[in-house]
């Protein structure tokens, strides 16, 4: 070992060090050294980042070789993150928001044919309550969204709006999120692309890790009869992640998501190689070369190229096919995710496991909460959930664990939210709730009327905005944090019903 590599074997032993004595309150909440919880001192976040040494020595390792720009770091997560979903590619960006831009932009090339080309003035259908970077790269990118109303119980679209909301020669593109982590109903939305010649982008950011199941003969009328990989067959259903289902799928590694790289995001090709070429032109700066950053002349013939009216011979590294943007992320960052990566199986099943212990803590206040149910459940008991009759099922992968207050409690999601802030548990609102009630949408209104389109009059995602707001699932929650959150949630219903 030179003693380049001693010196960095040390600085990397004593980060380890450095990151067991201070990052404690980071930690997974089933890890002995985890930092103990005190009820009403210690603050409970409705999310966070969850790590431990291996994320701050791989950060410090990735710094000390200084690549810097994204690399070899980067290129090994990509292909990490692929084979875990069972998709052709997955392209690092630097956030989700950025994740859907450069999904949806790849589908404004001309390099598609006419018919599924998007270009402004078409349509993209959408839901209308969530949050707005689902649907601010739609108007981004010159397009037109058709916002459909979300059923109340489950966050997400409601599908039978799908066919009010086509226009024919218009719709190009169905772009909706999984919400909360709670898929929404891929089997309907999927039969309504297949029937339309639509693309299918599914915003995942909120669900790495959930699965959508759906009867084997059904499934293989939409082109599917493989599971992911991993995923056990039980041999009557093809069961799939989230985000491997439609045409492209985007993820976000913001710190409260299923994994973090600090700010990061990817965007999925599930099974169209060509995407991943349009997306990674958009993502950097629209060029037309595909070389990785550092490298030259993969296509060797750097200097062979006529496009447009350049002479020819032009370099092919300065050549530019669309109007892109520099959404790169550090490959120090993807250092960390691919620890993270290592991880996210025991983050799942936490996630899942907090959402069932909330869930069955706070049953008997049924009488004031409305319990939101995963997609194509019809009922949840302390023994599971019942389905409904399409032999489709979810299994959820909780972003979040969301209650409704009831028109005839005597509290609102405010006054609830109020209380729970003082009480250091962290909570949020169904983040824009409905989306069209916002100021810039608002605004838009007026400014140009015939900038969005709406189904309906939206009681659905009306009611998400006055009535809902959600606590964590995260893998940080130990069980005394979610008892304590049962205990004062209890205490204050009790209070108002007295």
Not at 245 to 266: C, I, N, V
Request: net charge negative; glycine share 8%; with cysteine.
């Amino acid at each position: 070992m030179s003693d380049a590599e001693k010196l960095k074997a040390e600085i990397l032993r004593l980060t380890a060090d450095y990151s067991k004595l201070v990052h404690q309150a980071n930690r997974p909440a089933d890890d002995p050294a985890a930092r103990a919880f005190v009820p009403g001192q210690t603050p409970i976040p409705y999310a966070g980042r969850v790590f431990t040494e291996d994320e701050v020595t791989a950060a410090v390792g990735a710094t000390l070789d200084f690549w810097l720009t994204l690399g070899p770091e980067g290129e090994a997560f990509e292909k990490e993150l692929a084979a875990l979903l069972g998709v052709k590619h997955s392209l690092l960006v630097n956030s989700g928001s950025s994740a859907n831009l450069v999904a949806l932009s790849a589908l404004t090339t001309h390099k598609l044919p006419a018919h599924k080309r998007l270009q402004p003035g078409d349509e993209v259908i959408t839901v209308a309550a969530g949050f707005p970077t689902t649907v601010a790269p739609i108007l981004q990118c010159g397009a037109i969204p058709v916002f459909i109303d979300n059923d109340p119980a489950t966050g997400n679209a409601r599908v039978d709006q799908l066919a009010q909301a086509f226009a024919a020669g218009k719709t190009k593109v169905v772009m909706m999120a999984h919400t909360l982590g709670n898929p929404f109903d891929l089997g309907a939305v999927l039969e309504f692309c297949r029937e339309h010649d639509l693309w299918l982008i599914e915003d995942n950011c909120d669900a790495l890790g959930c699965t959508y199941s759906m009867p084997i003969a059904r499934a293989k009328t939409l082109g599917f009869t493989e599971n992911s990989p991993g995923l056990p067959s039980d041999g009557t259903h093809v069961t799939r992640y989230t985000g491997t289902w439609g045409d492209l799928s985007t993820q976000s590694f913001y710190p409260p998501h299923h994994l973090t790289m600090g700010e990061g995001g990817a965007v999925n090709i599930v099974n169209r190689p060509p995407l991943k070429t349009y997306a990674e032109s958009f993502r950097d700066w629209g060029r037309d070369c595909w070389c990785a950053s550092g490298k030259d002349n993969t296509c060797n013939k750097r200097f062979g190229w006529q496009l447009g009216e350049l002479p020819e011979g032009y370099d092919h590294k300065y050549i530019y096919s669309h109007l892109g943007y520099n959404l790169k992320p550090l490959d120090p960052q993807a250092a960390i995710g691919r620890q993270q990566l290592k991880k996210l199986p025991a983050f799942i099943e936490a996630r899942k496991r907090n959402w069932v212990y909330l869930r069955a803590g706070l049953d008997d206040l049924a009488g004031v909460f409305d319990f939101s149910l995963p997609t194509h459940a019809t009922g949840w008991s302390s023994s599971g959930f019942t389905w409904d009759a399409t032999g489709c099922h979810t299994d959820c992968s909780w972003f979040g664990f969301m209650i409704r207050i009831k028109p005839t409690a005597p509290f609102s999601h405010s006054d609830l939210a109020r209380h729970l802030d003082g009480e250091k548990i962290g909570n949020r609102m169904l983040f824009g709730g409905n989306l069209l009630r916002q100021p810039v949408f608002v605004q838009l209104r007026k400014d140009r009327p015939d900038a969005f389109r709406v189904v309906g009059d939206l009681p659905g995602a009306d009611e998400l905005m006055h009535t809902a707001l959600f606590l964590g699932t995260y893998p940080g929650l130990s069980r005394a944090m979610l008892d304590y959150e049962i205990e004062m949630i209890r205490r204050f219903v009790r209070d108002r019903q007295t």
